[in-house]
């Protein structure tokens, strides 16, 4: 089983920043990919960034693009999401996720609330 804890949440105004963090724990496990998604209220769970571990490739949605960056602290076995221009249409549950295997993702965290206000 493979633990993934999410932090850095909160409430910010729109313009604003925020950085999600995203450590992994638990049995031995090799990682081949890092992600992070949200659910925003009434709508359904989108992917919004990746980060494959060993090349360090990353992969954003459209609309994050330029505004955020996702990264990795190896030793650490974290991802962090940095989020800058915060919009309101940013608004949603951050949820974390992490894929042991060649595809897909198949752990995730709670997630973690992020709130821009207008």
């Known amino acids: 089983q493979v633990r993934l804890v999410e932090s850095g949440g909160g409430l910010v105004q729109a313009g604003g920043s925020l950085r999600l963090s995203c450590a992994a724990s638990g049995r031995t496990f090799s990682t081949y990919r890092m992600a992070w998604f949200r659910q925003a209220p009434g709508k359904e769970r989108a992917f919004v960034a990746q980060i494959n571990w060993n090349s360090g490739i990353t992969y954003y949605e459209d609309s994050v693009k330029g505004r955020c960056t996702i990264s990795r602290d190896d030793a650490k076995n974290t991802v962090y999401l940095q989020m800058n221009s915060l919009k309101p249409e940013d608004t949603a549950v951050y949820y974390c996720?992490?894929?042991?295997?060649?595809?897909?993702?198949?752990?995730w965290g709670q997630g973690t609330q992020v709130t821009v206000s207008s």
């Open positions: 996720a992490i894929g042991t295997r060649k595809s897909g993702f198949d752990y």
